[in-house]
Nanobody, 120 residues
Framework: VRLVESGGGSVQFGGSLRLSCEGS????????MGWFRQSPGKEREGVAI???????HYADSVKGRFTLSKDNLRNILRLHMNNLKPEDAAMYYC???????????????WGQGTQVAVSP
């Protein structure tokens, strides 16, 4: 299993970014995938996940601003982030697991991470 993230960067308050995660080595419809983020000194937290049946779940802090989409043919998961706030700044990690992506301690596969910075 390999997960490669791209799309991070620096934006101003209220800006938008799109993160992409290209997965390989696993059947896309048999694994949940998602995005987690971690800031210095904080635990890794779930941002948005997509279950094997396509159902999506978002953290309360990003509902209405972030949206997941997935291309199952190419096994790419995208996180569309709008109206970004300084508190969204973090390292964002792509995650995949054959069972559950509900929490970081249940995920077995991680990407290397991509940094998101939001200036006030």
């Amino acid at each position: 299993v390999r997960l490669v993230e791209s799309g991070g960067g620096s934006v101003q308050f209220g800006g938008s970014l799109r993160l992409s995660c290209e997965g390989s080595g696993f059947p896309p419809r048999r694994y949940c995938m998602g995005w987690f983020r971690q800031s210095p000194g904080k635990e890794r937290e779930g941002v948005a996940i997509m279950k094997q049946d396509g159902a999506t779940h978002y953290a309360d802090s990003v509902k209405g601003r972030f949206t997941l989409s997935k291309d199952n043919l190419r096994n790419i998961l995208r996180l569309h982030m709008n109206n970004l706030k300084p508190e969204d700044a973090a390292m964002y990690y792509c995650a995949a697991d054959p069972w559950s992506c509900d929490s970081a301690d249940r995920v077995n596969y991680w990407g290397q991470g991509t940094q998101v910075a939001v200036s006030p």
